[in-house]
């Protein structure tokens, strides 16, 4: 079973930056395929970014060059720093992580990101 906790979400004025981490629990995580989605009022839930075990990166065209994922797997830790933040980056991120492959298995509850002046 593995458990993820979200953190650093907030307000913040658009051009604002904001960076979330997501702490682990259980076992292989430097193997897991880690990643974030959102998902805004009214809207479907959207993958922001992943990266896999070996590193591979994928973002969503919509943050590509604002947003970075990285990953501390000595921390069994995932963030995603998310700079030049525009009011339809609001949402509630979600962290994920496969377990067998890189499908998101497990969710976390979510940190509400609200971007507005």
């Known amino acids: 079973q593995v458990q993820l906790v979200e953190s650093g979400g907030g307000l913040v004025q658009p051009g604002g930056s904001l960076r979330l981490s997501c702490a682990a629990s259980g076992s292989e995580f430097s193997r897991r395929t880690m990643g974030w989605y959102r998902q805004a009022p009214g809207k479907q839930r959207e993958l922001v970014a992943t990266?896999?075990?070996?590193?591979?990166?994928n973002y969503a065209n919509s943050v590509k060059g604002r947003f970075t994922i990285s990953r501390d797997n000595a921390k069994n830790t995932v963030y995603l720093q998310m700079n030049s933040l525009k009011p339809e980056d609001t949402a509630v991120y979600f962290c994920?992580?496969?377990?067998?492959?890189?499908?998101?298995?497990?969710w976390g509850q979510g940190t509400q990101v609200t971007v507005s002046s």
């Open positions: 990266i896999g075990g070996g590193g591979n990166i």
């Open positions: 994920t992580s496969g377990r067998y492959t890189n499908v998101p298995y497990y």
